[in-house]
């Protein structure tokens, strides 16, 4: 089972936890989730089958997606972000953009370490 | 035309793997499995590949879900045993399982400990786990399971000492000693080699994801 280290600290998730939230702003599958982050990382992520399955079991259960339409009419089940999930979304940018900020001020000498 | 191969594997994760893996390079792909039988069809050489996973630890209705999901993922499965034991309406406790995993019942999901998984060759790796944490979870459960299984050998011959529990004759009872502990050495090999991969993957996590 993936584990999702949402509430630790920093509050960072993992890059597959994020990459699945966004694979599922649109109502997608487990197929469609794998080729989605393939395709939109250039080949630099590929998710194991098992890896994905972990990973969207674990949203389920936080509830940040959920099952979208039903499984009767044959088709593949499909997960679709919930509010909860957008909201998750959001804090992870912000953080991203606050280290984004403070790596490239560092990298560019903009500033020290130590400042 | 198939082909029926008689095997049993205490490396039952990555030496089935390995093992099926070379055989579709030879030109055979699985078409079905029994407790220690393997039969296989004709195909062209290295069409098809495998994965192995342990699903032992988990619930029956659990493991069945993930059977389904790989399945509507385009995958083809086979579940397979990790014992000998021939057993219909059993109850077992598996004492490395989580949750309701820790009753495997037959018929349920008592002997289908493992599930092998068929791919189409496409050229990118076949690997079901990516993510560190998930490769180590995975892992970790197979270590727990091996470890298990050494224990129970080795308490099995300690129980053997206990005054008067046994009849046998004690030339008979130091053969059968011999034949549980040679078991548990087969079985502390994998052990090891999975303990070591969990330790490796524990510190790669610290670092990456």
Redesign the interface.
Known sequence: ???IRDNIKGGAL???TLLVLLAVHKPN???GI?QFIEKETGGRV??????L???INALVKKKWITPSGSEADGK??QYVITDAGKQKVGEELKRMGEVLKLASAIVKGERGANE | MSKTVFRYFFDFLDGQEKWLNSMAERGYKLKNCGKVTYTFDACRPGEYEYAV?FVGDRAYSKAKD?CG??E????RTWTKNINFNFSYGKARWRPYAKGMGQIATSPGGFNKELLIVEKKKDG?PF?????A??RL??YKAVRRAYFWAVLMMFGLVAMTFIPDVSSLPAAIAWVFRAVIAAAGILFLAPAVKYALLVNRLNSACKTF?
């Open positions: 089972m993936v584990c993992t890059e597959t599958h487990g197929y794998m590929v998710l194991g089958a098992g890896t399955y972990g990973a593949k089940k | 996973e993930y999901y790989l509507e993922m385009g995958f990118a690997e079901l786990h990516t993510d944490r998930d979870d995975a994801e």
